[in-house]
């Protein structure tokens, strides 16, 4: 069976457990104390436990930020070096263009520089 207890302010009797004189609301310093306390400790508890999750939220988040970064990095230098090579084989097909107008310029086809080619 609970202690009872009397309020100091209007003089009421009430068990020890409750937090606040139930006539008046004057509240109890220990039950008051023993209540935040217990909330306090609700309150770690939560952390503690939302510590754990949000850890590997930001964990897999980070993977996945990593994983993007990557490969926006890779398309970024396949862009690149494709027109690179793409400015490279042009340049390449303008010389060998240049090269045959000349040739066919100078009446030599190359048919004509196939055929000396085997002959040597």
Known sequence: MSKKIICPSCGGEYEEHLVRCPY???ATLN???????GKLEDVRKD???YS?????????KVGKTIIIVILVM?????????????????RQRDKNNRKDEFLNNQGITTSMLEETYYEM
């Open 74 to 90: 890779i398309i970024i230098a396949t862009a690149i070096l494709g027109s690179i090579c793409l400015d490279w084989l042009g």
């Open 52 to 60: 754990g999750e949000g850890e590997k939220q930001v964990k897999s």
């Open 24 to 26: 008046c609301g004057t």
């Open 31 to 37: 039950a008051e104390e023993n209540e935040y306390m």
């Open 47 to 49: 952390l503690e436990d």
